[in-house]
């Protein structure tokens, strides 16, 4: 199978049920901003920590499967959703993070070490996401909802990695000057 179809060329993309559709259409928007995320988590790794490179690939995964529920608007039973369970597992990564963590007491400068510094990329990637889905929601009926609160909780999964891949590299954080 060639990569190339020439069936886009005319800017227009078929969705997961063969509906063809532009590549500026809000679903396109928002599963392809969820891609870019996606690519990000993958630049980070490996961050040379393998629970964290094991909960990046994780994350992964998840991201593969919001693209898949976006880019169905008439999902089946069996067609690939996000679930709460997702984010359940998203969850206790802040958790386990937060216990090796010292509490955030202000806000912090998206910087840091390589990988924590790419994790913070990703974060704010992550909410220009969201922010893509939520405009999808309010536009299209049958959004899944709980992939719009998987990116929410995901970035902030990201931010509490960032902040753990610091510590761990000896990155002190630092607040902004006001």
Do not use: W
């Amino acid at each position: 199978m060639t990569i190339y179809t020439g069936r886009g060329d005319q800017g227009q993309t078929d969705l997961r049920t063969m509906e063809r559709v532009s590549k500026d259409s809000q679903r396109i928007e928002a599963y392809g901003t969820v891609d870019e995320v996606n690519a990000l988590v993958g630049v980070v790794r490996p961050t040379g920590h393998d629970d964290i490179d094991d909960d990046l690939r994780t994350i992964q995964n998840h991201l593969h499967i919001v693209q898949a529920d976006f880019a169905n608007p008439s999902p089946d039973d069996d067609d690939p959703r996000i679930i709460e369970t997702h984010v359940e597992e998203i969850e206790a990564m802040i958790d386990a993070a937060d216990e090796e963590l010292a509490p955030l007491e202000s806000f912090i400068l998206p910087s840091g070490s390589e990988p924590g510094a790419k994790l913070h990329h990703a974060r704010a990637v992550c909410r220009r996401a969201e922010r893509r889905c939520v405009s999808l929601a309010a536009a299209e009926a049958g959004v899944n909802g709980t992939a719009i609160i998987y990116l929410n909780r995901l970035s902030d999964t990201l931010f509490t990695l960032a902040r753990l891949v610091n510590k761990r590299e000896g990155v002190r954080e630092e607040s902004p000057e006001y």
